[in-house]
């Protein structure tokens, strides 16, 4: 084992470099499937001409890749060559869990790999001649493609190679950036920037949540070979031993919080969410009715760095031919109500349906894409249960001789529309987009909500009917696919309005 460990140098203060800019060569499109799939679900984030620039892109951190760089952080192949197809259609279909690059499970696979196609086409650069150069088609005339790196076999885990992956991970100075604990809080971490010269932060490997995927040989890759362009460069065959990679990886694994489910932040392959027929519906977030049905399982990404992001919410949903029931089930560890100081928000979820059958980028909708939304929030819930936030709560040993409610009321007083008492714990609106936000009128709304907090976890029940006579709500009819997606805010993390974990775009699906 080499005992130079290079990164430490690296890591300390010298920052890579910005890269040289090359001039694009994306404006010659491709006119192609793959460039219509990609201008739909990914410029939005990417920019059209794939260089991280689209208009999201400004909400969002880690910034959206910009392709014209040609590194990418998840590779089978070696460090310094080019990820492989395969490669590159598991980070569309899967994500990065922990960022807001979603999952497209979605998308038919024939979509997602045209949109890989797209995006290699979006490498290319100008050479000194004027010439265009695909980095792919380069290299792949030039035989320069890299071959995926052989794993071994997993081994087992014992108490020998989680010490040894301990030593290592000290020795190795990993501790430097991801800290004692894997927290990714190591002293070297305000230095540290990544290839595009911006803050970035080592995994935090308490949370479980990994960009390229979460089971051992996926880590051992990416040990292996590094994140391009980041600080976390590759350990390979001149540092360490395949054995020794083991142990790191072992050691990593085992720094998971316990009480973090992985298998949580996998999508369902198909992205279908489908509603089975009962004769009644539970209208209790606990009836064991819901117990007897596996959930889908819907992968959240954070907009913006949180401390533990939500990793995903659990999503079962029944019809009983009349209307529909969709329980949300999520961890969370506090429950938050109400709001009653100002630094008080509320936890919160929403689904949203795309209401002419095309789902919009995944955003809110937007002109063309109107959606309907449904939000359900705790606090709306605490007080349609006549428990209003209550000043006591929050300061117990707080001491008031008179205790008049409308001190703390004036927007009720006032007939502040958010501030008027509720009757559903539910907001039923519309969205064409960000900021274009429309509750619907009282007499419309029509999505009735139950939320539950037991042991650890939010259990939220939508229900409405399958009809109805609002030209903006969503129809549901058997059989009728709806494309749906979903929000989650917690108040513990201070979410509150953009600041929230989304998901991408599922089908909703009435079994007959
Ligand atoms: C909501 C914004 C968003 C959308 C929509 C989105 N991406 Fe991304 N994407 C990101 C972010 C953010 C990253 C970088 C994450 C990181 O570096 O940790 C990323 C990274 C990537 C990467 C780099 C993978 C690697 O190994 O480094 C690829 C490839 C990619 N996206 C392809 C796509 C494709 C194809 C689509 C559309 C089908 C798409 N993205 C849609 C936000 C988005
Ligand atoms: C110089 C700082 C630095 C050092 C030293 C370092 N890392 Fe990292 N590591 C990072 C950063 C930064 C990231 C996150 C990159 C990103 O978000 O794209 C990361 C990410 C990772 C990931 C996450 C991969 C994923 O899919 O999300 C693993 C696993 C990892 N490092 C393991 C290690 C191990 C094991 C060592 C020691 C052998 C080590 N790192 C040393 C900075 C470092």
Known sequence: MASAPRCFALGAGLVLGALPRLA???DTPLATHGQAVYEQHCAACHGTRGDGQ????????PKP????AGLFKIQSTPAGSLPSDDDLERTVTRGMPGSSMPSFTYLSEADRQDAVEYVKHLTAYLDASGQRVNRFEFARRNDQLGHPVEVPPEPAVTVESLTQGRELFVKLQCNTCHGETGAGDGPQVPALRDNWGLPIRPRDFNTGAFRGGHTGRDLYLR??????GTPMLPYGAD???????????????????????VNDMLAPEDGLIQARKV??????????LWQSIDPARVPLNPLWPEPYPVPAVAVTALHDGQRLALLCQWRDELPNGAPVRVQDFQDAVAVQFALNGTPPFLGMGDADHPVN???????????????????HERYPSMHVDTYFATSYQTAVEADNLIAVPHTSSVEDANARGFGRFNPQARAQQNVQGQGVWHDGFWNVV?????????PEDIKLALRQPVPVAFAVWDGEQRDRNGRKVISNWFQLILEP
């Open 462 to 470: 939508f229900q409405r009917d399958l009809d109805s006579r609002d």
């Open 54 to 61: 689209g208009p999201a892109a400004v909400w969002l951190f």
């Open 24 to 26: 694009l060569a994306a």
């Open 65 to 68: 890749r910009d392709f014209s």
């Open 373 to 391: 939304l449904w939000q359900w929030k705790a606090g709306w819930q605490a007080e349609v249960e006549g428990r209003r936030a209550d000043m």
């Open 279 to 288: 004769p009644r519906l539970p209208r209790d977030p606990l009836d064991p």
């Open 223 to 228: 040990i292996h070979n590094g994140l391009a």
């Open 239 to 261: 540092v360490i031993t395949p054995a020794e990679r083991w142990s790191l990886v072992h050691y990593v694994l085992s720094l998971r919080r316990k009480d973090i489910e």
